[in-house]
């Protein structure tokens, strides 16, 4: 019996278009799908846990090997809708931000973006689980990331999308989570693993059905705010942040 390739999945609604077609191909035969939230798929793949990943790529400097493994990602030209800085007041009267645990690019982004965007230097603090977002209040403010940050919008005053923000400070899409193999892994399997990404994508209208939210738009989300395709732009994009992430202290 061949080994089978480890991958983890961040288990987002960003993420179902991608995985349709990972379930719906031959590939699917060649792989064990391990499901986290995206900071600690990032752990995983450090320790060796997982072979690749759906992963944040602010853990990229952290890897003794990287390999970007597929031409898909999980990434925005404009607003993502699903990254976002919530707050009470104004962005120039926050004093203190909450970090998503969930995240670990998203949380590095809005530290780039607070301070050399926004031009601001509140206090971060490290959220440990979901209470955080019941402390979003008065010039508290906090990164929610994924599916809950759907729930955020309804409830904060102000909302900050980090994907825009970047995009207005920078002119470049940004992409928050790539496919990244901790080792070299076969051409065979990179070439059946992009069709099966790309094949996902020719089946948004499935994708839509089979989840059943109400909270936004998915067809929306999933053909305007999400951009999949990591294209050279996206590559110049990923390029600018990595840069600007070697002058911040990594929060996570």
């Known amino acids: 019996m061949r080994n089978k390739i480890s991958v983890g999945i961040i288990d987002y609604l960003n993420v179902k278009p991608l995985l349709y077609g990972i379930k719906h191909s031959r590939v699917i035969d060649d792989i064990n799908i391990v499901e986290t939230f995206p900071s600690r798929l990032a752990a995983m793949l450090l320790s060796g846990e997982v072979d690749m990943g759906i992963v944040p790529v602010a853990v990229i400097p952290e890897m003794q090997e990287s390999y970007i493994v597929s031409d898909y990602c999980i990434g ?15 962005v120039n009267r926050i004093e203190t931000v909450l970090l998503d645990y969930q995240s670990k690019t998203s949380v590095t982004l809005a530290r780039i973006l607070l301070e050399q965007y926004w031009k601001i230097s509140p206090v971060f603090e490290y959220a440990t689980d979901e209470a955080f977002r019941q402390r979003i209040t008065g010039t508290t403010a906090a990164v929610v990331i994924g599916d809950r940050a759907f729930e955020q919008r309804s409830k904060s005053t102000y909302i900050y999308d980090l994907g825009e923000a970047w995009k207005d400070f920078t002119g470049l899409p940004f992409v928050f989570a790539a496919w990244i193999a901790n ?27 089979e989840s059943q939210y109400k909270l936004f738009d998915l067809n929306q989300y999933y053909k305007y705010n999400v951009n999949y395709v990591l294209d050279e732009k996206k590559k110049e994009g990923l390029a600018a942040f990595l840069f600007l992430l070697k002058q911040v202290q990594s929060p996570v």
Do not use: R, W, Y
């Open 183 to 209: 080792k070299p892994l076969p051409d065979g399997f990179i070439h059946a693993f992009n069709e099966a990404n790309a094949f996902g994508l020719m089946h948004i209208e499935e994708v839509v059905q």
């Open 76 to 90: 925005c030209n404009g607003p993502v809708a699903t990254v976002c800085l919530f707050s009470e007041v104004p």
